[in-house]
């Protein structure tokens, strides 16, 4: 079946470092979002990314989602404590296969 | 606009019992999915409802069942509780009804522990 698979699974950085997220899917995908749990609280959408070579910036976050449409990343320059939290990929297969696969998150810790 | 609500916030059940779940999704949102998250397992996807309709079923046993009300309100119950059903349940509403799942609003969750 269809996965999504996140890597890493957590990341340990010092504040002002950058951090990454990779998100690979075995199939095509007709869109990807993201999603930031903070500890304790819920999933909180960010953005979601459509066309093949999107790229989108929020401020010190940006999304990319590859030309063939199976992969995709979160890159955040110059971390801060407050980016601290579990961020989340979320793919929606492409055709009739209308799931949203979940990967496993990717864990950031910040040392101030 | 009020968010996700979702009833019970905590809950402790023994093996063997049942277990209902509410959730209201966001007014105006007709999709409901419910998700179970565990440590280590992320988000499991349970299943989908639109218009009263189940769209979606993700691979949970039959134990696990869900409703969808008029009003877009949505249950789900877990019979014979396992102590592996110990786990946050999510609910995420969502405005889209078709085309393609939108941006997903999630409630504070029912922390569920089965002992």
């Known amino acids: 079946g269809q996965q999504v698979m996140q890597i890493p699974q957590y990341q340990h950085v010092q504040e002002g470092e950058d951090f990454t997220t990779y998100c690979n899917s075995s199939?095509?995908?007709?869109?990807i979002q993201w999603y930031k749990q903070r500890p304790g609280g819920h999933p909180v959408f960010l953005i979601q990314?459509?066309?093949s070579g999107e790229v989108k910036k929020q401020k010190r976050l940006t999304f990319q989602f590859g030309e063939a449409k199976k992969n995709s990343s979160l890159h955040i320059t110059a971390t801060q404590t407050t980016d601290v939290g579990t961020y989340f990929c979320?793919?929606?297969?492409?055709?009739?296969?209308?799931?949203?696969?979940w990967g496993l998150g990717t864990s950031l810790a910040v040392n101030p | 606009k009020a968010g996700v609500t979702q009833t019970p916030r905590y809950l402790i059940k023994t093996r063997g019992q049942q277990v209902t779940l509410s959730c209201s999704p966001i007014?105006?949102?007709?999709?409901v999915s419910w998700y179970q998250q565990t440590p280590g397992q992320g988000l499991q996807f349970l299943f989908e409802?639109?218009?009263?309709?189940?769209?979606n079923k993700g691979n949970f046993p039959g134990r696990f069942s869900g409703r969808q009300f008029s009003n877009s309100r949505s249950e789900m119950n877990v019979s014979t509780l396992e102590l592996g059903d110990s786990a946050l349940y999510l609910c995420?509403?969502?405005?889209?009804?078709?085309?393609?799942?939108?941006?997903?609003?999630f409630g504070p969750g029912t922390r569920l522990t089965v002992t």
């Open positions: 199939t095509t995908l007709s869109n």
């Open positions: 979320a793919g929606e297969g492409a055709g009739n296969n209308r799931k949203l696969i």
């Open positions: 990314l459509v066309k």
């Open positions: 409802y639109f218009s009263e309709t189940q769209r």
């Open positions: 007014s105006g949102h007709r999709s």
């Open positions: 995420a509403s969502s405005r889209k009804g078709t085309g393609g799942f939108d941006e997903q609003y």
